[in-house]
């Protein structure tokens, strides 16, 4: 049975930081491209950040030069390090298996003064 669970998330002020954790089981992780998405309340769902199986990044115009997404093929785990964080970036994130569009449960980050 696939399994993803993210980690990781909570209240922050501006300005901090946060690192999200997702933990793949019951697959082969290395081959999947992964990546993070986040839903803020009334807005689509929107992607943050991926990375490929080979290790090739792309992020929004948005988090570029804050957020940084990784992955250890030997954890089975894809991260997202968020600095400088806005209360803009206050969403649900949800880190899914993009060649399988198989979801987490999501983890709320809220940045908050």
């Known amino acids: 049975q696939v399994q993803l669970v993210e980690s990781g998330g909570g209240l922050v002020q501006p300005g901090e930081s946060l690192r999200l954790s997702c933990a793949l089981s019951?697959?082969?992780?290395?081959?999947?491209?992964m990546g993070w998405y986040r839903q803020a309340p009334g807005k689509q769902r929107e992607l943050v950040a991926s990375?490929?199986?080979?290790?090739?990044?792309n992020y929004a115009d948005s988090v570029k030069g804050r957020f940084t997404i990784s992955r250890d093929n030997a954890k089975n785990t894809v991260y997202l390090q968020m600095n400088s964080l806005k209360p803009a970036d206050t969403a649900v994130y949800y880190c899914?298996?993009?060649?399988?569009?198989?979801w987490g449960q999501g983890t709320q980050v809220t940045v908050s003064s």
């Open positions: 899914a298996i993009m060649d399988i569009n198989y």
């Open positions: 019951g697959s082969i992780f290395s081959i999947y491209a």
């Open positions: 990375v490929t199986s080979g290790g090739s990044t």
